[in-house]
């Protein structure tokens, strides 16, 4: 009988959920159609780790065919975070790192997680461990533009002020990097503007139907730190954001979020803003049909 692909933790947030999966699509190497995918891609999600071992996430551009694999089990990123990403350092040769593909034109993923064995001026080479596709759920449809090269700044927050409040509430997209013992992870999650409540410092993400696979919740039970990115896509700003998650599993909190199968609370412990990083501005989104099918938060009073 073949190993399960699942770390422990995803098995226990599996069992936790009451859902199960065989992991069918999870593979120690890119099928073609995954290595072809990649190669369409104007820009890659990435998670690596901080100097004190934290997930951080971030975005890599690129002109299409930035991302290559030249073997199953290797993918070539011709492109490098800049000095002022706060996951540069965290993206360096030995180190783990976890990667989603995602093209908002046509809601298709691939997630691959690995290690980079190689860090040069011209960009990175991964060692590709495990790779697996998504669905399409909950990702809105986006259709982008080249905007003209811009100097990018970067502040480090000393809180969520009223700016990143702002881009939070009004965000129909995030993406989450987490890790464990047995690598990082890069994920998506989706739904209606005001699917995370904030509140003061901390977020509050709902979680929907999906895969099964539980790899976010799976290794945030055995690491609870983690990493988000929020975009604006009208200005091609990044929020990157650190911090340590809890998960609601059950109870009544969960009535108030139509949909709502789990959540995440997230403390946010640091915070940067990026202005002018992205190369793109996006045109409005077409919500998926998923998205449609949930809700946003209903009036509460905070605990």
């Keep these: 009988m073949d190993a399960s692909p699942f770390h422990q933790g995803e098995l226990e947030a599996q069992a936790r959920a009451g859902e199960s999966s065989r992991g069918a699509g999870i593979r ?22 901080d100097a004190q071992g934290k997930p951080i996430a971030t975005i890599l551009t690129g002109p299409e065919g930035f991302v290559t694999s030249p073997t199953p089990q290797a993918l070539a990123i011709a492109a490098l975070p800049g000095l002022d990403d706060p996951a540069n350092a965290a993206l360096s040769a030995g180190a783990p790192i976890g990667m989603l593909g995602l093209d908002l034109r046509t809601r298709r993923r691939n997630r691959a ?27 809105q449809v986006r259709q982008h533009e080249f905007a003209p090269a811009s100097a990018p700044t970067t502040e480090e927050l000393s809180g969520l002020d009223a700016a990143a409040n702002a881009l939070i509430a009004d965000s129909d997209t995030l993406f989450i990097a987490s890790g ?21 410092g901390r977020l509050t993400v709902a979680d929907f139907a999906g895969n099964s696979y539980f790899n976010t919740f799976g290794n945030l039970l055995r690491e609870p730190a983690t990493s988000l990115l929020f975009i604006d896509f009208t200005r091609g700003d990044l929020l990157h954001l650190q911090g340590m998650a809890e998960i609601v599993w059950s109870g009544p909190e969960l009535a108030g979020l139509d949909g709502a ?10 915070a940067w803003r990026r202005k002018a990083a992205l190369p793109f501005r996006w045109a409005e989104p077409e919500p998926a049909p998923t998205t449609l099918a949930t809700g946003i938060w209903r009036h509460h009073e905070a605990a």
Excluded: W
């Design 113 to 139: 997680n690995g290690i980079i064995n190689e860090r040069n001026g011209n960009g990175l080479k991964v060692a590709v461990s495990q790779s697996f596709g998504n669905c399409a759920k909950y990702i």
């Design 180 to 200: 464990s013992e047995s690598g990082l992870d890069m994920s998506h999650r989706g739904g209606r503007p005001g699917f995370v409540r904030i509140e003061g």
């Design 28 to 49: 120690e190497f890119m099928p073609d159609q995954h290595r072809d995918f990649f190669a369409l891609l104007p820009y890659l999600f990435a998670a690596g780790r």
């Design 261 to 270: 199968k789990r959540l995440m609370h997230i403390a946010v412990t640091r």
